[in-house]
């Protein structure tokens, strides 16, 4: 893949783009490589202070789709309709439905292929692709799925980019909304559960800073831990547990308290959340 000759736009400037477009730059592209579209004005100087020297970010979509290779649409599912319509504004249909024409990834949640493909030329290559914002540190957890017109190359410059901010799993589009309640949202979760460690060590003592921070390395920790081992997590979890010790006292409370299902309740209604708001376009 020759890199130099990609220019990627992306349309909608706020955290998950800016996430996705500063992890591109750290690992494979250059600033100058990166543009993008934004009515605010505050989130694009976020996105170009992230990226870097080199950047374009414009407040008018014509001036920096026509030069791209990949879009990405990164904008609420809310005004995808307004996002979509404007695009094809900014070009003549038959310059999207060749090979030549612009890969068009989108990061929204919910809108199908199908919905995309609708407000776009006929013909549009299209990857629907779920990332989260540890991108911005190259952790992040990425699904994808491809349209029926994209290509066995674009889906590869999709797994290509976001392999250099964190893990790709490609899936069957059936499963994008759960991805999305899974790893899309799944920082937040995990923010929770660092803060509710740190309130458990605060309560018991700890100062707040030294709570905080050992909460989140043993959350960063136990995490590697999974992913370098390929262990079970149940496998894991008894190698710490000792008969009648701290731990499986520990875990007790968590099961009266309903920790597990709590979790998995959280992944469900972020799923349907997901599939209510592809209902929106």
Known sequence: MNWTTQRITFIGTG???TALAAGFVRELLTPGQISGFDPSESARQKFADAVGKGAI????IASVVPEATVIVLAVKPQVMSDALTSLTRTSRSADWNSASGPLVLSVAAGITLKKLGDGLPSGTRLVRVM???PCLIGRGAS????GSTATVADVA???DLLQT???????????LDVVTGLSGSGP??????????SDGGVKMGLPRATATRLAAQTVAGAAEMQLTSGQHPAVLKDSVTSPGGTTIAGLH????????????????????RSMQLGESL
Do not use: C, H, K, W
């Open 15 to 17: 955290q998950m783009a």
């Open 57 to 60: 970010v414009s407040s008018d």
């Open 131 to 133: 990332p989260n914002t």
């Open 143 to 146: 699904g994808i799925a491809a």
């Open 157 to 159: 410059l999709v797994q």
């Open 165 to 175: 901010v964190g893990i790709v799993e490609t899936v069957p589009e059936s499963l």
């Open 188 to 197: 937040a979760y995990v923010f929770q559960l660092i803060e509710a460690l």
């Open 253 to 272: 409370a968590l099961e009266s308290g309903g920790f597990r299902a709590a979790l998995i309740n959280a992944v469900e209604a972020a799923t349907l």
